[in-house]
């Protein structure tokens, strides 16, 4: 399917609003990519003789990463070395000049090379500067280098996921994500605040933390039971039926039942089992979760007498949510996305590339129109802005 474009409108909410992205790998530069989706000029500052190394992690994109492509449409790379003094110095003109700085780095990075809140907030007081770190910028944690996978073991994100023989990590960058999101809207909340006070501010976002965030239902069962929930693999461990289900033809359909009038439209007219409904084993929620292993071979053996489109063709009768469980090749024909021109083209180093747009849907926000930049693209004409050269 060939990239859709979208209509282009003037409006860019953060037009005028310069971000130093001092980044690599995912957390930040998500936070920094959608800064620029919204109209920011994010400069990403990047290291000789090779970059972010983001751009490294695979080919699979006509030669460049897929992280990277995601990650990084719509900025200016610059390569600045930062132990040179003409590439430090650029580096504090970007600073002094800016009104958000970003960085991901290790720990103890930025207050080695002079650049804490503390000293950048002396030099530029409008200044918002956000850091992302894996736990945090002080406690026993502070010093430990934080990846994906290893937050995700930390939060208690793979003691959750996979099945009772078998924890799993989940299989995207969660806690990148959710980090790299927490960013960004700590970020707008700061430049709101700076439009009323003028001053800027510091953030500092944990890895940890914002994972955590998204567990404490799980959380506070143990903490309120004495138990963790269960891993159950594709089903829920709060809600039964809720999950994958095997119906005839050897297909699944997913099924996401939220309450007892679902639950009851369920067992009539899609399982034909009625008595179900009404079986004391299963009257609410929790009963049915206690009773789980005696009510899902029940539910997979009714829907093993038709095939996937006959009850998909009930649950629509019947009003209970579900879905299919579609491989990525289905995501990228899927026909709703299509139907809401959600791809677009962009330009990469390697010719044009399909982008999915954001989903930041206001009202009249334009298509962001950058591409992926090459390593350096942009470094002459960024430090030409600032009157500077890197020629000595």
Not at 98 to 122: C, I, K, M, T, W
Not at 163 to 178: F, H, L, N, R, Y
Not at 269 to 293: H, Q
Not at 374 to 386: I, M, P, S, Y
């Amino acid at each position: 399917m060939a990239p859709s474009l979208l209509p282009l409108t003037s409006l860019l909410p953060l037009k005028g609003i310069r971000v130093v992205a001092w980044e690599h790998a995912v957390a930040a530069p998500l936070a920094t990519r959608h800064l620029a989706d919204l109209g920011a000029d994010v400069v990403k500052v990047e290291r000789p003789g090779g970059g972010d190394f983001a751009r490294e992690y695979d080919s699979a994109v006509n030669g460049l990463s897929a992280y990277f492509v995601w990650l990084n449409r719509g900025k200016r790379s610059v390569v600045l070395d930062l132990k040179d003094p003409l590439g430090r110095s650029a580096f504090d003109a970007l600073l002094d000049r800016a009104d958000v700085f970003v960085h991901n780095q290790g720990p103890g990075a930025a207050e080695r090379l002079g650049v804490s809140y503390a000293a950048l907030r002396a030099r530029n007081p409008r200044l918002i500067a956000c850091a992302i770190s894996g736990y945090g910028p002080d406690g026993p944690h502070r010093d430990r280098k934080a990846y994906d996978l290893l937050l995700q073991g930390e939060a208690g994100v793979i003691a959750l996921t996979g099945t009772p023989e078998d924890p799993a990590k989940v299989g995207i960058s969660v806690a990148d994500i959710a980090s790299g999101v927490y960013a960004f809207s700590s970020i707008l909340a700061a430049l709101y605040e700076r439009s009323q006070t003028g001053q800027g501010a510091e953030i500092q976002i944990s890895m940890l933390e914002a994972l955590v965030e998204w567990v404490m239902p799980a959380a506070y069962v143990a903490q309120y039971t004495g138990r963790a929930p269960a891993r159950t693999g594709a089903r829920h461990n709060f809600i039964v039926p809720y999950g994958g289900y095997r119906v005839g033809d050897g297909g699944s359909v997913n099924l996401a039942v939220q309450n007892d009038g679902q639950w009851r439209r369920l067992c009539e007219i899609v399982l034909r089992r009625p008595e179900l409904a009404d079986d004391p084993r299963f009257a609410g929620n929790e009963l049915r979760l206690v009773n789980r292993d005696e009510l899902e071979p029940l539910i997979e053996a009714s829907l093993a007498e038709d095939t996937r489109a006959s009850v998909e063709a009930r649950l629509v009768e019947a009003d209970v949510p579900f879905g299919g469980v579609n491989e990525l090749r289905d995501v990228l024909e899927h026909p709703q996305l299509a139907a809401r021109q959600r791809w677009f083209a962009i330009p990469s180093p390697v010719g044009e590339l399909r982008a999915f747009h954001h989903p930041l849907n206001i009202s009249g926000l334009s298509r962001p129109a950058g591409g992926v930049p090459a390593l350096g693209e942009h470094t002459t004409e960024v430090l030409a802005e600032l009157g500077l050269s890197l020629e000595s």
